[in-house]
């Protein structure tokens, strides 16, 4: 695998299509947003007006979407992109969908000679930038091996999965847990904070005793605590709240269709609703905090 077009150079995919052209690859980049492309071209990368025809010529096209909307659209909608690659070629899907249009387009591939896997990952944008994200893969161990030099070029760990979507169940698992240590432990430290404590010592009390989680380690919600992280540049960047809105809604539909109880996402998932009309869909999810701590 030499050629890629990568589709999608958001705040994730910019970062993962450079490091593909970091590795080697000759990678041809594409987004609605004119800057977005830009930007790629600034770092190393190449595009080209005729995308349709450009993956005709591409071994394998990487996509980083926003929704299942978008997917389906890109691969099967109207001039969808499956009918223009070659045989043998391949779909790598990292964006977070339902598992349902994951295994759709993995069965039109499947008609067109295509290969295909949905690679979903974790491990935000700092994960995407320095190239060390955790990839969730659903597909046949041949089509994983095929990506397999790819993947290595955006991250550190692979997991297989399963079958076609078993990727996308994976992340939205992990995504409703995600959710709730986030709304959980913005609660814990907005209780402290109400009582005296200081969130940096809290912080640090968690850290070590039986609460403690990744959201304390990595990605603590309150101003000042962690210079690093999201809270303290006003929320920007990030995991925007309006996609894990997204990522819950499809956490509480596959709850649904298997009829498993999921008491904890429901209530996840009104909070991030409520807090993204409230303050705005495009924060960082951990501007969750802001729900609790009003000014
Ligand atoms: P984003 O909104 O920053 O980027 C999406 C990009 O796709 C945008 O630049 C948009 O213009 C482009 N786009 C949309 N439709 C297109 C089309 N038809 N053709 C070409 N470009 C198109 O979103 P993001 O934060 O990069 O997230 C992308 C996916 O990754 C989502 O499914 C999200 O749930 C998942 N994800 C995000 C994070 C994170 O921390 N941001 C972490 C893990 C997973």
Not at 116 to 125: C, W
Request: with cysteine; glycine share 12%; charged share 15%.
């Amino acid at each position: 695998m030499k050629k890629i077009a990568f589709i999608g150079l958001g705040n994730m995919g910019l970062p993962m299509a450079v490091n593909l052209v970091s590795a080697g690859f000759e990678v041809y980049g594409y987004d609605l947003v004119p800057d977005a492309v830009k930007h790629f071209v600034d770092k190393g990368g190449k595009t080209c007006d005729a995308m349709q025809a450009r993956v005709s010529q591409v071994d394998a096209v990487v996509s980083m979407l926003p929704t299942g909307k978008h997917v389906s659209e890109l691969y099967l909608g109207k001039d969808g992109l499956l009918s223009h690659l070659p045989d043998n070629g391949m779909v790598i899907d990292c964006s977070t969908i339902e598992a349902a249009i994951a295994r759709q387009v993995a069965t039109a591939a499947r008609g067109q000679g295509v290969a295909f896997i949905d690679a979903p990952v974790s491990g935000g944008i700092a994960g995407a930038k320095a190239g060390s994200l955790t990839f969730m893969v659903g597909g046949t161990e041949q089509h994983l091996e095929k990506a397999r030099r790819c993947l290595d070029a955006m991250g550190q760990a692979i997991f297989h999965a399963g079958a076609p979507g078993a990727g996308q169940l994976a992340k939205i698992c992990n995504n409703l847990l995600l959710a709730v240590l986030m709304t959980g432990t913005s609660e814990a430290l907005k209780l402290g904070m109400d009582n005296g404590l200081d969130p940096a010592v809290l912080s640090d009390i968690m850290k070590k005793s039986s609460g403690g989680n990744w959201v304390l380690e990595k990605y603590n919600p309150v101003p000042g605590v962690m210079p690093a992280a999201p809270a303290s540049h006003e929320y920007q960047g990030g995991f925007m709240t309006r996609l894990m809105a997204k990522d819950l809604s499809l956490a509480l539909g596959a709850g649904a269709a298997s009829k498993t109880p999921t008491p904890m996402g429901a209530l996840a998932n009104q909070l991030y609703r409520l807090h993204a009309t409230d303050a705005g869909d495009s924060l960082d999810f951990s501007s969750i905090f802001t729900f609790y701590h009003r000014d």
